[in-house]
């Protein structure tokens, strides 16, 4: 009968599977439908001379209710690919925009 007890461990497929990246940026434009642009500024460092330098990256993230306004400080999440550009989605409003 030990057959009958089934018991499901994750695997180690699993836990690579949901480790997704994480980042968090201000929203730059809200002119598509469910569309936001986030501008994610990250700190890299020169491979050749050293100094730290500011690199600015746009995402387009999926916003479900179109409830983000330019401004906003968001939180964005990896996410399968929704249309040719978009692979991130909103998850949620750090900061509304004043």
């Known amino acids: 009968m030990p057959d009958a007890i089934e018991t499901t461990q994750p695997t180690p497929d699993d836990a690579v599977r949901n480790r997704r990246k994480v980042r968090e940026g201000v929203v730059v434009s809200n002119k598509m439908d469910k569309t936001a642009v986030v501008a994610v500024i990250e700190r890299v460092r020169h491979p050749k001379y050293g100094k730290f330098m500011m690199r600015t990256k746009k995402l387009y993230a999926h916003d479900e209710t179109n409830d983000v306004n ?3 400080k968001v939180r964005v999440m990896e996410t399968r690919p929704t249309s040719k550009n978009k692979r ?7 900061e509304r925009a004043k």
């Open 70 to 72: 330019i401004g906003d």
């Open 88 to 94: 991130w989605r909103v998850t949620e409003v750090l």
